[in-house]
């Protein structure tokens, strides 16, 4: 429900909301904002108390002008020390059926909806997950949909760790944080967070971000700047399409990235954007995407205005209405520079072979512990049956006699300041050679290598 100024400001029936909260006090006058929103709706409100006792619940709810005063029909306080509590919790089923059974009966008193307040008991962060925060209320989308139950959970936020907070966020299209009702933008759909892992975040950050909207009650336009900021300055790729593939949002990182102004970003579509090589693909997915079927990783090449390839990589979504895609919401990290770097060390590793096959001696690159990297052709005279292959990834001393004088060698090499260093060995024929060593960097790899020249002697 929205205020003239476009700020939410309360509750509607069909949502499911968390409430993070610090204190007691943040939680009582929460409460009680929500138990006078019942008398002003005509709503039935079920208090489900797993840590609080019965008289602490119910004194949040009298009047203070009246402390005797009974309280009136409107209100259900069932508590964890009560044996209809476990007859109706033991199991989702169950919990389910009592949850409906409450509902008609609100009904049939003349109440136009059930809010149900729950107190979420302690969580630790080994046996809960948000798939199991799903499970938890497996079956509670129909009964929200009926627009006939609000459900709250209450968090007292320094009692959870941040890994189950951080599902608390994912699995609560909407959150209340201290007194303020706020749009969840960390929401995840059950369905997603039932199929996929979902990768960790900072849950001081997401906490943080609702936390200050919390005072805010600025107008519509102020609150919707803080999350369009929030979007806008992400490094990732965001974007977001409706069902035709015209653009809803696009972030900064994306608009820079690909090249694009925001008002000609208004008049593109999403398939101006993906490179030929994957067109079909994409198609395909945004098919099965807009259908509500899971994405997975998506990899995808996007096309920036200058024509220059954009290799991403993601996660995409859809949002939905009453059964009807409304857009996607699609978050890309650019892997350019790390696809070029792959492509270049293929091509460096395809360049290195051809020189190697193309040199006179039989010549070796090594790690700088001597591993054996790469050889050419040649080096099939030192190794029984000419199969170099079978001596990729040994140390080079093995082919020799005196091995370790190979390796004292190499150490000395290794350590020196010389580029090039020269020695004679015998190999395990008997034949003689001299070794020359130097070092080489070689740009797509992060230590130095050596490379390693047999000349036979004789």
Known sequence: MMSAGGVREELAPGEHACFLYRNEQEMKAVARKLWQQCRKEGWKLLYIARVNPREFVEGMFRNKDS????????????????????????????????????????????????????????????????????SDMAGIEALLDEKALLLVCQYHVEKFPATVLQDVLRTHPVAIIGAEVVENLFYIPAADARRFHLPSLEVQHWVKTLLDLKSARYALAESEKRFHDLLENANDLIQSVNPEGQFLFVNRAWRETLGYSPDEVEKINLFDIIDPSCSDKCMVLFQKVMAGEPAGRVEAVFLSKSGRKVYVEGNVNCRFSEGKPLYTRGIFRDV?????????SRQMDHAMEILLDMAPHITFVLDPEGIILQTNRSAGELVSGGDTEAIRKTPIWDLFTDKNAFRENLGAFRKGDSPRARWRLRDLDGKEWDVEMCRHQVPHRKSELFVAVLEKLG
Do not use: N, Y
């Open 67 to 134: 402390p005797s005063d009974v309280l009136d029909q409107g209100l259900r306080v069932i508590t964890s020390d009560e044996s209809e509590f476990h007859l109706a919790f033991s199991t989702a089923s169950g919990a389910m059926k009592f949850i409906s059974q409450e509902i008609r009966e609100a009904k049939e008193q003349g109440f136009s909806a059930l809010l149900i307040l729950r107190e979420a008991p302690p969580i630790s962060t080994d046996t809960h997950s948000s798939q199991r925060l799903v």
């Open 336 to 344: 350019t520079d790390l696809r070029r770097a792959e492509t270049e």
